[in-house]
């Protein structure tokens, strides 16, 4: 899942994020590999990179996500789980730094129902970015990080 903004003005924040996205895309399995987006620029510069995500929503340019967005997301990842589609949730965002500063990340998932699980929970909307003109966030459950 990459997960972008929706405000234009944050210099490469968006491309940041896609070229990590990308890259990672690049070295996965084909078989096991899917990609979700939220925010539309984020979606439009995959697009445009001829990567089209299978599902993707934009995010409100004056909120942060809801709770309710991660608990749809992780209920339906942890159904995918059950049902042995799905083994591992990787989230690619820009981990904030302070005003202005930010790295293209990954926080990874792997094989773990309860942190799929953990992700329908508000402690897990971990790396919010209150004051960042860009703000996005993601949840992390369990994660390995890996900042590039």
Not at 23 to 51: D, I, N, T
Request: charged fraction near 20%; aromatic fraction near 8%.
């Amino acid at each position: 899942m990459v997960v972008g903004s929706e405000r234009g003005l944050c210099g490469r924040f968006n491309e940041a994020v896609v070229e990590l996205a990308l890259e990672e895309w690049a070295a996965r399995p084909v078989e096991r590999r899917e990609l979700l987006a939220l925010g539309s620029r984020a979606v439009r510069l995959l697009s445009q990179r001829g990567r089209r995500p299978a599902w993707s929503a934009p995010l409100s340019v004056t909120a942060l996500p809801s709770p309710s967005l991660a608990f749809d997301l992780a209920r339906r990842w942890l159904a995918r789980y059950e049902a042995h589609e799905l083994d591992t949730v990787d989230v690619i965002y820009n981990h904030y730094r302070g005003p202005a500063l930010f790295t293209p990340s990954v926080s990874m998932s792997r094989s773990s129902a309860s942190g799929l699980l953990c992700a329908s929970t508000a402690s897990c909307w971990s790396r919010l970015l209150p004051s960042s003109p860009c703000a996005a966030s993601c949840w992390t459950a369990q994660p390995e990080t890996r900042n590039d």
